[in-house]
C-alpha cells in the first residue's frame, strides 16, 4: 500500500516538473516564426520536380518537418490554440508543397479550375455522419440499403412515394445517382447526367494534361505509401526508412488504446490512478479513447511513461485482460499524425477531379513487389483489425470516395475484398472492436450491387466462400456433427454474436434475384446452395429435448442461440426459394439437392426397429415404433422445411400440372417425409397438453417462438406444408392413422376397451388426452384447411396477405403497426400489408390521443375462420368472442361455419379426400358419440366443436364441387352419402348424420345449436342439389351465397325466437345483477355513502363559487374599496374525504386543509438567463417584471381535517420509511420532501393549504378618506413605526417625534383571528412555500417567510390570468372548481398569514413596499420602478397592510380605503412603466389627432415623462397609439387585479365579466373602482404624484435601462410558448445530426435532446456533459432544467422521437411525441421509420400541459402508473 501511494505523490512531482520543462522549451510560435517566413511551398515543389529520387526528398521533407510541428508535447484537455496552430503549420509547410508539386501552380486557383472542367460521375456518395437522416423509397429502392441523403432526397421523385426514413449509424453513403441501387429514379434533379456528360466507359484521366498525370502518380503512390507504411508500423520506437529525424529528443508518448473489453469506469478509474489526473481529465481521455481509438495519457522522457504504463496494466490486470497500452516515440506518434492528414488531404484532394481520383485509385490497388494481395489497398484491409478507430476510420472513408465512386475501380476493388473475404472476416471475428469500425462493414457497399454481387459470385464463387466461412467459424458440434448451442459459454456466444455478420453479408448478395441466368450462375448458384444444404445439415435435428419425467430439470439448456440462427436464416432460406423459383432448371436441381441432403440426415432413422403395424376403420398401416414422449426430439428442421418449400415452389411451374413425371419426388417415402415435422407439432401439443412442464421455460420459449410471426415462415408454416405434401401423396386413411399413432392416441380410437380405461384414469391423464385429441382434430383441420399459400392452393400472394389482415382485424380494430408486427416480414422488410390494407379495411383517424385504427368491412367477415392457423390460443378465443357479438348484433345466428376454401393446387388436389376417409369420419362418430352424454370429463365443448367445423369444411367441399361440377364428369367427393352410413366398429352407435341429428336439440349443447343446425341445412342443400343435377343434369345451380341465403331466409323465423329468448335471459340476468349490486352496497355501505357524498360536496362547491349572476345584473360590483360588496355571510360547509365528517370554516374551529402542490416555475419567465443569487442571500420583497421564478400553487380540490390529514401524512411515513429498507426510493412521490398523494385522486402533492373563513362586509359607517389624508397618516403611522423599531438614521433622530395619529398604538398586540390549529396549518402552508421558493431549510424565524407566502398568491393569480387570456375563457366562472377553490383559499391565506409572522417584520415589509411608489427617508436605496412586477407589489402591499391597521384602535378607517388607495397608486405606477417601455417605434396608420379625452390625457402624462427624461424617450405625436399601448398593457395587470380583489372580498363578479368579449374594460374598470379613463387618476392627484413621477423617472436604473443597459420588459408579457417545432421530422433529425457536443471538441451527440421551453440542444444521456448540479453529477438535461425550467424541463429527445418530461433530479417520464405518421401513430424509439409530420393539436396539448404547471403532476400519474419508470436514472439523460 505504501509503496503505490509513494510512487503516486513522486509521480506528481515529476510530471510537474516534466509540463513546466515542456512549456518553456517549445515556444512554438517563435520557433516556427522565422520557418513560416522563409519557407516557400513552391521553391520546395520545384525542387522536387527536379529532383532525381523524389521519394527520397519529399521523406527527407517530412522527416524534417513532422516532428518539428506536430505532437510537440502533452495534448492537453481541448487546447484549442495549439490545434489551430498545428493545422496551419501543417498546411503550409507539408501540404502546400504537395499541391504545388501536383498542380504545378498556384493550388486554390488551379483545383477551382480543375473542379469546374470536372465532369462528374453521377455518384452521389455523400458519407453519412452519424445520427444523420436516411431515406429509402419503399416503391423503388432495390433493397433497403439504398438510400439517399436528404438533399438528394428532396430533390428525387421519392419524395411522393413510400418511403422510410431512418438515422445512419454512420458510414455508408448515399446512392444517388447509381442505376442499380433504385428501380426508378436513380438520379435527382441535382445529380442527373446532362448531354454533355462523360460517357461512363471514358478514361476521365485523359481529361487531365499528361504532365500533370505523370505527378499525380508519383506524389499520390508516395504519399499513398508512406500513409500505408505508418499506420500498418508496428515499432514504437523506431521510424520507417528515410523518416529518422534529424534530431531525436528523449520524448516519447504513454498512448492509451480502446478496446471493448473495459468499461468507461474502470479506464477513468485506472488512469486517475495511473497518470494522477483529475476525473475531469481523466473522463475526456476516456472520452476521447473509446471515440479516436487511442490518446495519449502522458508525454515526456522514456522512463517517465513506462511507469504510467506499467502501473496502468497492473491495476487492470486482475480484470480479463489488461487495457493496451504502448510507450511510443514523439516522432512516430508525429508521423502517424501527418499519416491521417495525408489521407485526408489525398480525399479532399480527388473531390476536383475524376481524373486524379482515378489516379489515386490505380495508385492503391497497383500490385506490389510481393506480387498477389501486396497492393497499397492491401495492405491497410490486412492490417485493419490492427488500427485504432481513428485511422480505421480516415482510411476508410478514403476508400469510399475514391475506389467506390469510380466505376471501373469499384469492380476492381470488389474482387480483392471478395479474395480476401475469408481473411478479413476473420480478423473481424478475433477483433472486438463493433463493425460498423471494420473494413468488413463495407461488404454492405459492394454486395448489395446486384451486378457486382453476381459477378463475385461468378467468378469469385462469393456464396459459397461466404457460407463456408461462417461454418468455419462455428466449430463446436456434437458427435453427429450437428452444431450444439446448448452448452454455449460466454466466450463462444461473443464470437458467436461477431460470425453473424456473415449472414447479414450472406442476405446482401442474394437480397435481390437475377432475371437471367445463365450456365455460370446456375453452377455457382448450386455451388453455393451444396455449401447452404452442409450448413443445413449441421442445424437439422440440433440442440434435441428429452421429456423429463419425475424431476424437474436441473438446469435450462441455452437455446436462443439456436433460434437467432434460425431467425437470422429465415430471410437466407426465403431469398433461396426465391432464386430457385426464377428458374426451372435451377428449381429441380435444388430439390434434389434438397432430397439427398434430406435422405443423409434420415439414414438411421428407423435402424434396428421392428415396424408396427396399425389398423382402424378397416385401414392397415405399418409405422415405426416411436413415442415423442419418450425419445429424443428436435425442432429444428431447416433441410425438411427447406424441402417442403421447394415442393410449393414446384407445385407452382407448369412442371407440375404437365409433366409431373418430371418432377423429381420419390426418393424419400412420403411416411419419412412427415416423420419429423409431425413429430414436431406432436411436441407443441404435448406441451400445450402439460407433458412437458418439468422441461422448464426454455421448451416453452422454443415453441413460442417456432410459431412467431418472425420465425414461423420457415418453421411452423413449413411443416404444415411438409404435412400437407405427404398426406397429398398417400393414402389418406394410411396418414390419418400415422397422425393418431404419433399423438399417442391410435388406441383411444381403435379400441373401445382403452377408451373406457382412459376415462377411468386419473383427470390429470384425461385432461391431458382431451387436449391431445383437441390439437389432433386441429392439426386435421390445418392440414386440409390452409390453402392460401400459393402453390398449395390456387392462390396469389395477395390472397395469403389479406386473409391474414382479415383474421387480425377479426380480433379487434388495430393500429397500423400493430398489423405490421402480426405479419411476416421478407427480405426488404415489407410485408405486402399497404396493397391489400386498403380493400379489407376501413382506417378510423385518431384524435389529439390514441392512434388511427383500422377496422375490418363488414363483407369479410364471411372469410373469418376460427381455426385460423396462425392465431395464438388466446388470439382464437378473442376472436371467437368478438365475431359472435358481432352476429349478435346484426341479428344473426353465432354460428361460425368455416369460410369457403380456394381451391388445392393439383399438386395437393388429393388432399380434400381427407375430409371423407374412414378414419377421420371413425374419429368423428366417436366424438359425436361422446357428446351425447352430458356429463364426464370424457370429451370437451372444444373437441366437439373441432369435430363440427371438419364436418362443416367436408360439407363445403362437397358443395363447391357440385357446383363447379361442369357435369361432365361424377362428383367423387361424397361426405353427405358417407355420413348416413352406420358407425362402424368401435362405436356402435347410427351414422354420424343420426348422431347430428340427435344432437342438434340436446340441451346441454345449447352454444352448438347453431352450427349443428347450419351444418344439418347443409346436407339437405347438397342432397337438394344431387336430386336436381342427376335428374337433369344441366340445370343452373345458384352460387353458393344464394343457396346460403336461403338457408339463412328459412331460419327466419328460428332466428326470432332466439332473439326473443335472449332478450328474456338478458332481463333475468339483469335483475340478478341489480339484486347483487344492492347486496354490496349493503355490505360496502360506508363506501358507497362516501362516493355519493363526494359528488354532493363537489357540487355544493361548485354552486357556492359559481357566482350569482342574476343578482349581478342589477347592482353594480365593486370589489375593492369602501363601496364594495361583499359576498353573502354564509355559513361555508366542507366535508372531510378521509373521516367524511362535515365541519363548518371558522376562524377558532378546527382546521380544514386542502391538498396542494407547490413547485417553482419560469413558465412565464421573460428572461430564461438570469442568474439567480444565493438562495440565502436572496430578498424576495420585489417581483421583477421579467417573472424569471415564480411559485406556484395548484390543488386537486380535496379537504380534509388537518389532523386526519396529517395521521394520513404520518401513515405513509412510516409505511415509505419500513418499504425503503427493501427498497429504496421506489416511489412516484418523494415522503423526504413532504411529498404524498392526495387520498382521494392520488393527485401529487406536497403540502396543504388551510381554509379560512370569509371577511366581512365593508363597514360603511366610517369617512373614506383621500388619497391625501390617507397617505399623510400613513406616513404618520409609519414614522411611528421607524421610531418604535429603533431603527431611524441619525439625521432623523434628530427631528422631532413625529405626530402619531390618533389611535395608533405601536404597543398593541393584535388578538390573532385563529384557533391554534388554524395558525399551525398556517405555519406549515408558509414553510412549505418558503421551502420550496428559496430551496432552503425551513426557518420559522426567516423575515422572508411572509413575502413567499404572498408571493405564490400573486403569482399564482397571474399564471392563471394568463391562461384564461390564451384561450380566451371568460375572466370569472370558467375556472374548474378546484381552480376556483385553490385561488380563493390561497388569498384568503395571503391575507391572514401575516398572523403567523413577528409583527415587525411585516411591518417592516410594507414600509419598504411603500417607500418603492412613495419616497420614505428612512428607507434608503429604494428599487427603480422598471425592476419591480406591480401586481406584486399591489398583492404584497395589501395583503402585509392589514398588520399595520390591526394597530389602528381608533376606529376611524377602514382597510378597505387603504386598499383602493394602493391600488389607485400602483396603477399610476404601473401606467408610467408601460408609458416608459411603450414601443413605440412601430408606425401607426391612423395620424388622426381629433384625439379624445383619453389620448389627450395619454400624452400629457407622457409628455410629463419625457420632461424628465429627454431624449431617452422618443417622441410620440400619436396620443390615440399611445392609448392604445397602454389600455393593452394595462389590462393584464387589472384582470389579475379583478381576481385578487374577487377572492379576497368574495365579491360577486359582474355579468360582463362572466363571458368573454369586449365589452370586457369598462366592466373590470368599474368592478376595481377605476375610471375607465384609467388617466383620471393621475389627473386628479396632478399635485400629490407629480413630484412621486419625478422621483421615478430620475431613479438612474430608468435611464440606464431605456439606454440598453438591460432587458426592457415590455407590456402586455405576452404567454411563453413552447418553440416552433418544423412540420417535417427529418428536418430535426437533420439540425440533430450537425449538432455536436459541446464539450468533447466537434464530436458527434449520441443523443441529442431539444429543450422545448428554450430550443437549446444538448448532449444528453453522456458522459461528456455530465455537470455536477448540488452536489452530484447529473446529465445535461437535468442540468439544463435547473437554469431554464427551475428544476423542470421538457424535451424532446430526437434520435427516439420521444417527449421527455423530467422534475428535479429524481422523478421523469416519457410522453408521446407531437409526431404522427400518416395512420396516426406516433413512433416512439424511430423503429417503423414511417414519414413522421407534426401534429399540431398534440403540440399544443403539451404546452397547455406546461403552461398550466401540470408537467410535474403527469410525471407522477406515469410513475404511479409504470413502476419501471421509477427506477430510471432520469438524473442522467
Ligand atoms: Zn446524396
Ligand atoms: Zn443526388
Ligand atoms: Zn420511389
Ligand atoms: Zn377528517
Ligand atoms: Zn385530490
Ligand atoms: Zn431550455
Ligand atoms: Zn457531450
Known amino acids: 500500500m505504501l509503496s503505490s501511494s509513494a510512487s503516486c505523490s513522486s509521480s506528481f512531482t515529476a510530471e510537474e516538473g516534466k509540463m513546466a520543462a515542456s512549456e518553456s522549451d517549445r515556444d512554438p510560435t517563435s520557433a516556427l516564426c522565422s520557418e513560416f517566413l522563409n519557407f516557400s511551398a513552391k521553391d520546395t515543389a520545384t525542387w522536387w520536380l527536379a529532383a532525381a529520387d523524389l521519394q527520397h526528398e519529399v521523406y527527407h521533407h517530412l522527416a524534417v518537418y513532422v516532428p518539428r510541428i506536430l505532437c510537440l508535447g502533452p495534448s492537453g484537455v481541448g487546447s484549442s490554440r495549439e490545434e489551430q496552430r498545428e493545422e496551419l503549420a501543417c498546411q503550409l509547410l507539408l501540404l502546400a508543397p504537395l499541391e504545388w508539386f501536383l498542380l504545378g501552380e498556384e493550388p486554390a486557383a488551379r483545383l477551382a479550375q480543375l473542379q469546374q472542367n470536372n465532369q462528374p460521375s453521377p455518384l452521389c456518395g455523400h458519407v453519412f455522419k452519424v445520427g444523420e437522416p436516411t431515406y429509402s423509397c419503399r416503391e423503388c429502392a432495390a433493397d433497403p440499403t439504398c438510400v439517399l441523403c436528404m438533399q438528394c432526397f428532396l430533390g428525387s421523385v421519392h419524395k411522393n412515394h413510400r418511403y422510410r426514413m431512418t438515422t445512419s449509424g454512420g458510414g455508408g453513403f448515399c446512392d444517388c445517382g447509381d442505376t442499380e441501387a433504385w428501380k426508378k429514379g436513380p438520379y435527382c434533379q441535382k445529380h442527373t447526367p446532362t448531354d454533355n456528360s462523360r460517357d461512363t466507359e471514358e478514361d476521365p484521366v485523359a481529361q487531365l494534361p499528361t504532365d500533370m498525370v505523370a505527378r499525380g502518380y508519383s506524389i499520390f503512390s508516395i504519399i499513398l505509401k508512406y500513409a500505408v507504411e505508418l499506420l500498418t508500423w508496428e515499432q514504437e520506437d523506431q521510424l520507417p526508412e528515410g523518416l529518422e529525424p534529424p534530431e531525436r529528443g528523449d520524448t516519447y508518448y504513454c498512448m492509451l488504446f480502446n478496446d471493448e473489453v473495459h468499461t468507461y469506469e474502470q479506464v477513468i478509474y485506472t488512469l486517475q490512478k495511473a497518470v494522477n489526473c483529475s476525473q475531469k481529465e481523466a473522463i475526456s481521455f476516456a472520452t476521447t479513447v473509446d471515440r479516436d481509438g487511442r490518446k495519449s495519457v502522458r508525454y515526456g522522457d522514456f522512463q517517465f511513461c513506462e511507469q504510467a504504463k506499467s502501473v496502468i496494466v497492473v491495476s487492470t490486470a486482475d480484470l480479463t485482460r489488461p487495457l493496451r497500452v504502448q510507450v511510443m516515440h514523439s516522432s512516430v506518434v508525429a508521423h502517424q499524425c501527418f499519416a491521417l492528414k495525408a489521407l485526408s488531404w489525398l480525399g479532399q484532394i480527388i473531390q476536383y477531379s475524376d481524373g486524379l481520383r482515378r489516379i489515386l485509385c490505380q495508385v492503391g490497388l497497383q500490385k506490389g513487389p510481393e506480387g498477389e494481395n501486396s497492393s497499397l489497398v492491401n495492405r491497410l484491409m490486412l492490417n485493419d483489425s490492427k488500427m485504432w478507430k481513428g485511422a480505421r476510420n480516415i482510411y476508410h472513408q478514403l476508400l469510399m470516395n475514391s475506389l467506390l465512386m469510380d ?734 365528517e362535515e365541519q363548518e370554516v371558522k376562524g377558532h374551529g378546527k382546521a380544514m386543509v386542502l391538498a396542494a402542490f407547490v413547485q417553482r416555475s419560469t413558465v412565464l419567465s421573460k428572461n430564461r438567463h438570469r442568474n439567480l443569487p444565493d438562495p440565502e442571500h436572496r430578498d424576495p420583497l420585489f417581483m421583477h417584471p421579467d417573472l424569471s421564478l415564480g411559485i406556484h400553487t395548484a390543488s386537486c380540490g380535496h379537504i380534509m381535517h388537518a389532523t386526519c390529514w396529517q395521521r394520513y401524512f404520518e401513515a405513509v411515513q412510516l409505511k415509505e420509511q419500513r418499504r425503503q429498507q427493501r427498497l429504496r426510493g421506489h416511489t412516484s412521490y418523494d415522503v423526504e420532501n413532504g411529498e404524498f398523494l392526495c387520498p382521494l385522486c392520488e393527485c401529487l402533492s406536497n403540502t396543504v393549504i388551510p381554509l379560512l373563513p370569509h371577511v366581512h362586509s365593508a363597514d360603511r359607517s366610517v369617512d373614506h378618506p383621500s388619497l391625501e389624508v390617507w397617505l399623510k397618516t400613513t406616513n404618520q403611522q409609519i414614522a411611528a413605526l421607524h421610531s418604535s423599531h429603533g431603527n431611524r438614521s441619525d439625521s432623523a433622530a434628530e427631528e422631532a417625534e413625529p405626530a402619531v395619529p390618533d389611535g395608533f398604538r405601536v404597543d398593541v398586540i393584535p388578538q390573532n383571528p385563529f384557533s391554534s390549529s388554524i395558525s399551525e396549518m398556517i405555519t406549515t ?261 407629480e413630484p412621486l413621477i419625478h422621483r421615478w423617472c430620475c431613479h438612474p436604473g430608468v435611464r440606464e435601462t431605456l439606454q440598453g443597459g438591460g432587458v426592457i420588459i415590455r407590456f402586455p408579457r405576452e404567454s411563453n410558448r413552447l418553440i416552433d417545432l418544423p412540420e417535417d421530422y427529418s428536418v430535426l433529425i437533420n439540425q440533430a445530426s450537425s449538432f455536436t457536443c459541446p464539450r468533447s471538441g466537434g464530436d458527434k451527440s449520441r443523443a441529442p435532446t431539444l429543450c422545448l421551453v428554450c430550443g437549446s440542444m444538448l448532449c444528453s444521456q453522456s458522459y461528456c456533459c455530465q455537470t455536477e448540479v448540488e452536489g452530484e453529477d447529473v446529465g445535461a438535461c437535468t442540468a439544463h432544467t435547473f437554469t431554464c425550467g427551475a428544476g423542470l424541463g421538457l424535451f424532446l429527445r430526437v434520435r427516439e422521437s420521444q417527449v421527455l418530461f423530467v422534475a428535479g433530479k429524481t422523478k421523469g417520464c416519457f410522453y408521446p411525441p407531437p409526431y404522427l405518421d400518416d395512420y396516426g401513430e406516433t413512433d416512439q424509439g424511430l423503429k417503423r421509420g414511417n414519414p413522421l409530420h407534426l401534429c399540431l393539436e398534440r403540440y399544443r396539448k403539451i404546452e397547455r400541459l406546461w403552461r398550466q404547471h401540470a408537467i410535474a403532476e403527469i410525471i407522477g400519474h406515469a410513475q404511479e402508473a409504470n413502476q419501471t419508470l421509477v427506477a430510471i436514472d432520469w438524473q442522467h439523460l
Open 407 to 1140: 466505376l471501373k475501380y469499384k469492380k476492381i476493388f470488389a474482387i480483392q475484398f471478395a479474395k480476401s473475404y475469408e481473411r478479413l472476416q476473420s480478423d473481424y471475428v478475433k477483433d472486438d472492436h463493433d463493425r460498423e469500425f471494420s473494413i468488413t462493414d463495407l461488404s454492405v457497399q459492394i454486395f448489395t450491387v446486384p451486378s457486382l454481387a453476381r459477378m463475385l459470385m461468378v467468378e469469385e464463387n462469393l456464396m459459397t466462400t461466404i457460407i463456408r466461412t461462417f461454418v468455419d467459424h462455428l466449430r463446436h458440434r456434437d458427435l453427429q456433427g450437428r452444431f450444439q448451442f446448448d452448452r454455449y459459454t460466454a466466450q463462444q456466444a461473443f464470437k458467436f454474436g461477431r460470425v453473424q455478420s456473415l449472414i447479414g453479408d450472406l442476405k446482401y448478395v442474394l437480397i435481390s434475384h437475377p432475371t437471367e441466368w445463365n450456365d455460370q450462375l446456375r453452377l455457382k448458384f448450386l455451388g453455393g446452395l451444396d455449401a447452404f444444404l452442409e450448413l443445413l445439415k449441421c442445424m437439422q435435428g440440433m440442440d434435441p429435448v428429452m421429456r423429463q419425467v419425475g424431476q424437474h430439470i436441473e438446469m435450462e439448456p441455452e437455446w436462443e442461440a439456436a433460434f437467432t440462427l434460425q431467425m437470422k436464416l429465415t430471410h437466407i432460406i426465403s431469398m433461396i426459394q426465391e432464386w430457385c423459383s426464377t428458374d426451372k432448371r435451377v428449381l429441380i436441381e435444388a430439390y434434389r439437392k434438397c432430397l439427398s441432403a434430406l435422405s443423409h440426415c434420415h439414414s438411421g432413422l428407423s435402424d434396428g426397429e421392428q415396424p408396427i403395424s396399425l389398423s382402424l376403420a378397416g385401414h392397415c398401416v405399418e409405422t415405426f415404433r416411436y413415442q415423442v414422449s419418450q425419445d429424443k426430439v428436435s425442432i429444428h428442421l431447416p433441410v425438411c422445411r427447406l424441402l417442403a418449400g421447394l415442393h410449393v415452389l414446384l407445385s407452382r411451374t407448369e412442371v407440375a400440372s404437365h409433366f409431373p413425371e418430371q418432377l423429381p419426388l420419390g426418393e424419400l417415402s412420403p411416411p419419412l417425409l412427415i416423420e419429423l415435422p409431425l413429430r414436431c407439432l406432436v411436441l407443441c401439443a404435448q406441451v400445450h397438453a402439460g407433458m412437458w412442464r418439468r422441461n422448464g421455460f426454455s421448451l416453452v420459449n422454443q415453441i413460442y417462438y417456432y410459431h412467431n410471426v418472425k420465425c414461423r415462415v420457415e418453421m411452423f408454416d413449413k411443416d404444415i406444408i411438409m404435412l400437407q405434401a405427404g398426406a397429398s401423396m398417400m393414402d389418406p386413411n394410411h396418414f390419418l392413422m400415422i397422425v393418431l399413432s404419433r399423438f399417442e392416441l391410435f388406441h383411444i380410437f381403435s379400441s373401445a376397451d382403452v377408451r373406457k380405461r382412459y376415462r377411468e384414469a386419473n383427470k390429470d391423464v384425461v385432461q391431458q388426452n382431451n387436449t391431445l385429441i383437441e390439437e389432433m382434430l386441429h392439426l386435421i383441420i390445418m392440414v386440409t384447411g390452409e390453402r392460401y399459400v400459393a402453390g398449395v392452393g390456387q392462390v396469389e400472394p395477395f390472397d395469403e396477405v389479406r386473409r391474414e389482415i382479415i383474421h387480425q382485424l377479426s380480433i379487434r380494430p388495430m393500429a397500423h403497426s400493430e398489423l405490421v408486427k402480426a405479419l411476416p416480414e421478407n427480405g426488404n422488410k415489407e410485408t405486402g400489408l399497404e396493397r391489400v390494407i386498403d380493400s379489407v379495411a376501413s382506417f378510423k383517424k385518431p384524435g389529439v390521443t390514441g392512434r388511427g385504427l383500422y377496422e375490418l368491412r363488414p363483407e369479410w367477415n364471411r372469410y373469418f375462420n376460427l381455426y385460423f392457423y396462425h392465431y395464438s390460443r388466446a388470439d382464437q378465443s378473442k376472436a371467437e368472442e368478438a365475431q359472435r357479438k358481432l352476429r349478435r348484433q346484426n341479428g344473426e345466428d353465432t354460428a361460425l361455419p368455416p369460410p369457403p376454401p380456394p381451391p388445392f393446387c393439383p399438386l395437393f388436389a388429393s388432399l380434400v379426400n381427407l375430409l371423407q376417409c374412414d378414419v377421420l369420419l371413425a374419429v368423428e362418430g366417436a366424438v359425436l358419440q361422446w357428446a351425447v352424454e352430458p356429463s364426464g370429463g370424457g370429451w370437451t365443448e372444444s373437441m366437439l366443436q373441432r369435430v363440427l367445423h371438419l364436418v362443416g369444411m367436408a360439407l363445403l367441399e362437397e358443395q363447391q364441387q357440385l357446383e363447379n361440377n361442369s357435369g361432365d364428369e361424377d362428383v367423387t367427393f361424397n361426405y353427405t352419402s358417407k355420413i348416413t352410413r352406420p358407425g362402424e366398429a368401435p362405436s356402435t352407435s347410427g351414422s354420424v348424420l343420426a348422431l347430428l341429428e340427435s344432437l342438434q336439440n340436446a340441451p346441454h349443447l345449447e352454444v352448438h345449436k347453431d352450427i349443428i343446425t347450419w351444418i344439418l341445412k347443409m346436407v339437405s342443400n347438397i342432397k337438394t342439389m344431387r336430386e336436381r343435377t342427376s335428374s337433369t343434369s344441366m340445370v343452373n345451380i345458384s352460387p353458393g351465397q344464394g343457396l346460403e341465403e336461403m338457408v339463412r331466409d328459412k331460419d327466419k323465423a328460428e332466428r326470432k325466437r332466439k332473439a326473443e329468448m335472449a332478450r328474456l335471459r338478458r332481463e333475468k340476468i339483469m335483475a340478478q345483477m341489480s339484486e347483487m349490486q344492492k347486496h354490496f352496497i349493503n355490505e360496502n355501505k360506508e363506501l358507497f355513502q362516501q362516493t355519493v357524498e363526494e359528488l354532493e360536496a363537489s357540487t355544493s362547491a361548485a354552486a357556492e363559487n359559481s357566482p350569482p349572476s342574476l343578482e349581478s345584473t342589477c347592482v353594480s360590483q365593486v370589489c375593492v374599496g369602501p363601496k364594495r360588496v361583499s359576498g353573502a355571510e354564509r355559513r361555508q360547509l366542507v366535508t372531510c374525504i378521509l373521516c367524511q
Open 1325 to 1585: 402552508f408558509s414553510m412549505s412555500t418558503y421551502k420550496v421558493g428559496l430551496k432552503v431549510n425551513p426557518n420559522e424565524q426567516d423575515h422572508r417567510v411572509p413575502v413567499l407566502s404572498w408571493s405564490t398568491c400573486a403569482f399564482t393569480i397571474q399564471s392563471i390570468e394568463h391562461l384564461l387570456m390564451d384561450e380566451e375563457k371568460p375572466l370569472f366562472g370558467s375556472l374548474p372548481c378546484r381552480q376556483d377553490n385553490c385561488l380563493s383559499s390561497l388569498t384568503r391565506f395571503g391575507s391572514a398569514c401575516w398572523t403567523a409572522a413577528p409583527l415587525k417584520t411585516v411591518h417592516t415589509h410594507f414600509i419598504r413596499l411603500l417607500a418603492a411608489l412613495v419616497s420614505d427617508s428612512q428607507v434608503d436605496a429604494t428599487l427603480c420602478i422598471l425592476d419591480i412586477d406591480m401586481f406584486h407589489l399591489l398583492v404584497y402591499s395589501v395583503l402585509s397592510y392589514s398588520s399595520v391597521h390591526s394597530l389602528d384602535q381608533s376606529g376611524q378607517s377602514v382597510v378597505d380605503s387603504a386598499h383602493l388607495h394602493l391600488l389607485h397608486l400602483v396603477t399610476v405606477a404601473h401606467l408610467v412603466q408601460i408609458l416608459l417601455t411603450s414601443n413605440t417605434e412601430e408606425v401607426c396608420m391612423d395620424q388622426d389627432t381629433g384625439g379624445s379625452q383619453e389620448e389627450e390625457l395619454t400624452c400629457q402624462l407622457y409628455n410629463t415623462l419625457r420632461k424628465h427624461l429627454g431624449s431617452v424617450l422618443p417622441e410620440v405625436s400619436s396620443g390615440w397609439q399611445l392609448w392604445r399601448c397602454v389600455k393593452a398593457g394595462v389590462l393584464p395587470f387589472l384582470r389579475a387585479t379583478a381576481l385578487f380583489f374577487h377572492y379576497l372580498n368574495s365579491t360577486a363578479p359582474p355579468a360582463d365579466l362572466l363571458v368573454a368579449g369586449p365589452s370586457q374594460w369598462e366592466a373590470l374598470c368599474s368592478y376595481l373602482s377605476l375610471p375607465s379613463n384609467l388617466l383620471q387618476l393621475h389627473l386628479s392627484h396632478h399635485t400629490l404624484l
